[in-house]
């Protein structure tokens, strides 16, 4: 049964360019969200997707995007990269059904030079 | 929003004794507090979680205690060993924001051998 899968694992940018970061939801699960974790600090929501739309949104500038696709699949986007983007991005999938239990994907690691 | 806050930062014991980090939220309506294991350069990983329906949960040498009243609930690991070193993250979520983990700022524990 494969978990959360995430790619790239790791990839460097730099300022003003876009990114795309892609996800695979756990086997069952039905939703996806993202989160980013700056080094030393607990992971921040950006936002959450099931049934192909967002649902609910952090605190983050509309340069942070995303999609769902019919297979559960998500994506993240962001534009106009900052240096202050770098970070850990991490994707979590769960049921929603059962709110709240989310299992975590390994990161994509985004370095912005 | 919820705020999660969590303590210590850092906590060193030694190979045997047990550890417990402890975390406080401010949204009386957050109904889901799940606890965290974060190995370096790893994903999070979901080690035990309680509902605002139980006060105490245990899995074998990890437990979690919940206080309703004063808003705050606690890791205990008991027994511990070197491989229980890590970061740990304790989150909490509020019903209205749908599957958003509020995370606190993470404890490196350090188990001495």
């Known amino acids: 049964d494969a978990g959360v899968t995430q790619s790239p694992t790791h990839l460097i940018k730099t300022r003003g360019q876009q990114v795309t970061l892609r996800c695979s939801p756990k086997?069952?699960?039905?939703?996806v969200s993202w989160y980013q974790q700056a080094l030393g600090q607990g992971p921040q929501f950006i936002f959450q997707y099931y049934e192909e739309e967002e649902r609910q949104r952090g605190n983050f500038p509309d340069r942070f995007s995303g999609h769902q696709f019919p297979n559960y699949s998500s994506e993240l986007n962001v534009n106009a990269l900052l240096l202050g983007d770098s970070a850990l991005y991490l994707c979590?999938?769960?049921?929603?059904?059962?709110?709240?239990?989310?299992?975590f994907g390994e990161g994509s690691r985004l370095t912005v030079l | 929003g919820e705020n999660v806050e969590q303590h210590p930062s850092t906590l060193s014991v030694q190979e045997g004794d047990s550890a417990v980090i402890k975390c406080t939220y401010s949204d009386s309506a957050s109904n889901y507090f799940p606890w965290y294991k974060q190995e370096l350069g790893k994903r999070p990983q979901l080690i035990i979680d309680?509902?605002?329906?139980?006060g105490e949960k245990k899995d074998q040498r990890i437990a979690v205690t919940l206080n309703k009243t004063a808003k705050h609930f606690s890791l205990h690991i008991t027994e511990t060993q070197p491989e229980d070193s890590a970061v740990y993250f304790c989150?909490?979520?509020?019903?209205?924001?749908?599957?958003?983990?509020?995370f606190g700022t993470g404890t490196r524990l350090t188990i001495i051998p």
């Open positions: 309680i509902r605002s329906n139980v």
């Open positions: 979590a999938s769960g049921y929603r059904y059962w709110p709240g239990e989310l299992f």
């Open positions: 989150a909490a979520r509020t019903p209205e924001f749908g599957e958003k983990l509020t």
């Open positions: 086997s069952g699960h039905d939703t």
